[in-house]
């Protein structure tokens, strides 16, 4: 069963719009850890965030903010005022602690294009 | 300081040859991870290893992939007997075990893989 889902296959934006990046997961583990990872054109993924299920709280890092929901097992991830440099394709990833040790599962990605 | 490095960074090679791939993980980052990364398959888990632990296989995909982690450092994948549809990207990546499962993991460049 997919445990994590990007509904948005690609996504296409005009510079300095904001957008919005969804991830939603599953799992019946309490202690689980969500991620998400920039794969810039160059090919290698570069690490932006990870949240442990216990902390809920919303994070700002200058232009990205990532929204994490419980209630609704949702990982959400927004750019504001995109910039051509955020063109890339975006991967939300779940580690799941009892049940699959270390290893991520990867959603599909969502491809971001920023358009000048 | 330096981040994962694997080699090489491309491989073309013919069905039915055998190819290795190495993995240089992070100083001092006790756990390693294999992933693969195909445009059918997305990306997947491979295999994991962490300190002296035996190493977690069950994603590899048949007896034709091994790894070997020598020292507590240095990975290799083997692949065996290589197809066509071995062809991917092979990312390795590294972690710390500070705290356990969860923590995060920092991705090489990967190994493009081509088998022709």
């Known amino acids: 069963a997919q445990k994590v889902t990007q509904a948005q296959t690609e996504i296409s934006v005009v510079e300095k719009e904001d957008v919005t990046l969804d991830c939603v997961y599953e799992?019946?583990?309490?202690?689980?850890?969500l991620f998400w990872y920039k794969q810039p054109p160059s090919g290698e993924l570069v690490f932006l965030i990870r949240r442990n299920s216990f902390d809920e709280q919303n994070e700002i890092s200058g232009r990205y903010s990532w929204n994490f929901q419980k209630s609704t097992s949702s990982f959400n991830f927004t750019i504001t005022a995109s910039q051509v440099v955020d063109s890339a394709v975006y991967f939300c990833a779940l580690s799941e602690a009892l049940t699959s040790g270390s290893r991520l599962t990867f959603g599909e990605g969502t491809q971001l294009t920023v358009n000048p | 300081g330096a981040g994962v490095s694997q080699s090489p960074s491309n491989k073309v090679t013919e069905k039915g040859k055998d190819v290795e791939l190495r993995c240089d993980p992070i100083?001092?980052?006790?756990?390693l991870y294999w992933y693969r990364q195909s445009l059918g398959q997305g990306l997947e888990f491979l295999i994991y290893f962490q300190g002296n632990s035996a190493p977690d296989k069950s994603g590899l995909p048949s007896d034709r992939f091994s790894a070997e982690r020598t020292g507590g450092s240095v990975s290799t994948l083997t692949i065996q007997r290589t197809q066509q549809e071995d062809s991917a990207v092979y990312l390795c990546a590294s972690s710390s075990w500070v705290g356990g499962m969860g923590e995060t993991q920092y991705f090489g460049p990967g190994t493009r893989l081509l088998v022709l």
């Open positions: 100083s001092g980052h006790t756990a």
């Open positions: 799992t019946r583990d309490t202690t689980y850890y």
